[in-house]
């Protein structure tokens, strides 16, 4: 299985990115039943290069250049191997001593190596505040959301449920109203964004927004600001967007009570460029009024999937909404227990992964990685720039450039992309800025080297030609 890897990554570049498969082209090749008997090791194998393979989108050719990327490594597929040998559940410090404990060491390792407020540490479970890793983004923005709500009932009438309100962007994942939607918080506001001020949300247009709630008696309870937003990296200003999230809403229980809404700061692909000085200074500021922050190691780090960071202040409001224990999880002592920072019981050991990556690279070498991967966009930036036919979308940050055809109707862009993506030999998608068709091109996946990116750029260069003769045609 190892050779077999092996050869796949060794092999991966040469294969078109995407399949050229149609639903259901697995149907009628699996049997209608499972075997009753045991099948050898080798006919299994077999088979998943055989019929299994050729529905791969291959996530980790250096030509894909689509969604954001889905890194892994060796270090880390080593590491899962070892937690799926041990496969431990470890929801409390008690079912899994190690699970709980390298978790913390690992969250405050990587609030370190991204420059994260100091409160944001466990401190071996003795801050108020701390990590914990969850599956992805959309778990840690819906348990920040049950936190805040937890945080802004406290002393509140169950009807005022009701009235709570959730802020973000319109560029904000689509995450946010799924956590309001699972939440039940019904008033959700996805402020608007231009151009102008490159897709960021602007701390004027949220205080108006508040302001106007509260005028009409609403509860202004989470607001979400991204680093690096899905369709064009854009990235809100945290630091000018806390003192407009944190004025506090009176409960009427006097100063003690009522508290300003809760902020959230995702940067699910955008976190692992914390890592680098410049990009900090850059794009991050300052966190420290922020309660809770999270990004997918996963996405860009060298992490294989599952492995999203999630950071509080405070950990506090989020053990109010999700602890609950049973007689039977009952343990002693005041050991910090994870299953009441998430949602589900069980958890896997997803530290040890990081724990490999974090050792056998160094944090010098995941920089290096990291700015290789900034200076191949910006590479790709500068050619497209360069070709007078082309515009830049947004400004180009971290891996991403956002692109489009100048001055042509939105169907010759999409069938840019069409063209693109049917040759096979690199994977991009597009997104929508202020209505306009943009392409998208995000460099990250572990093997991408600068003969990619050039050959992406030629793939893309002929299919203008292409598709700008048809459209004069
Ligand atoms: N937030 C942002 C900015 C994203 O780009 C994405 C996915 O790409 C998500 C959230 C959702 O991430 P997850 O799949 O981990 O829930």
């Known amino acids: 299985m190892v050779d077999m890897i092996c050869d796949y990554y060794s092999t991966v570049g040469q294969q078109r990115v995407k399949p050229g498969v149609e639903p259901g082209f697995l149907r009628g090749q699996l049997p209608a039943s499972p075997p009753e008997q045991p099948e050898a090791f080798e006919d299994v194998l077999r088979d998943v290069q055989e019929k299994l393979m050729p529905g791969v989108v291959h996530w980790q050719s250096p030509s894909f250049f689509a969604y954001f990327p889905s890194n892994t490594s060796f270090p880390a597929a080593l590491a899962d191997m070892w937690a799926g040998a041990l496969s431990m559940i470890g929801f409390s410090w008690a079912a899994s001593p190690v699970s709980t404990e390298l978790e913390m060491a690992m969250m405050d390792w990587l609030a370190e190596l991204c420059g994260l407020p100091a409160a944001f540490r466990c401190n071996g479970g003795a801050g108020p505040g701390g990590g914990v890793i969850q599956g992805t983004t959309s778990e840690a923005v819906l348990v920040a959301l049950l936190a805040a709500r937890a945080r802004a009932l406290r002393g509140r009438v169950q009807a005022d449920k009701l009235r709570l309100v959730a802020y973000s962007s319109d560029q904000a994942h689509s995450c946010f109203r799924k956590a309001c939607m699972v939440a039940g918080v019904d008033h959700v506001r996805m402020l608007p964004t231009s151009a102008e001020h490159n897709w960021e949300l602007q701390p004027e247009v949220l205080q108006a927004a508040i302001d106007a709630d509260l005028a009409a008696g609403l509860l202004p309870c989470f607001v979400m600001a991204t680093i690096g937003t899905t369709s064009s990296c854009a990235v809100d200003p945290v630091a000018r967007l806390a003192p407009v999230a944190a004025r506090r809403v009176s409960n009427g229980l006097g100063r003690a009570g009522g508290c300003g809404a809760w902020l959230h700061v995702d940067a699910a692909y955008a976190g692992a460029a914390a890592l680098l000085p410049e990009q900090r200074s850059a794009h991050f500021g ?188």
């Open 286 to 473: 300052d966190l420290g009024a922020v309660d809770s922050y999270s990004f997918n190691p996963h996405k860009w780090l060298l992490v294989n999937f599952d492995c999203c960071a999630l950071w509080v202040a405070d950990a506090g409001p989020l053990k109010e909404a999700l602890s609950l224990t049973p007689v039977f999880l009952q343990a002693t002592g005041n050991a910090l227990d994870y299953k009441d920072w998430q949602i589900p019981l069980g958890r896997r050991f997803r530290s040890l992964k990081l724990y490999f990556v974090l050792r056998m690279y160094g944090a010098e070498k995941l920089r290096a990685y990291l700015r290789h991967h900034i200076a191949l966009a910006a590479a790709f930036a500068a050619a497209l720039q360069a070709d007078p036919r082309f515009e830049l979308a947004a400004p180009q940050r971290f891996g991403l450039v956002c692109f489009r055809l100048r001055d042509v109707p939105r169907q010759v862009n999409a069938a840019l992309l069409e063209a693109v993506n049917a040759s096979g030999r690199l994977l991009i998608i597009h997104t929508e800025l202020g209505g306009a068709y943009t392409l998208r091109l995000a460099v990250g996946s572990a093997s991408t080297q600068l003969e990619h990116v050039e050959a992406a750029w030629e793939v893309i260069k002929g299919a203008a030609d292409q598709v700008l003769r048809q459209h004069a045609e």
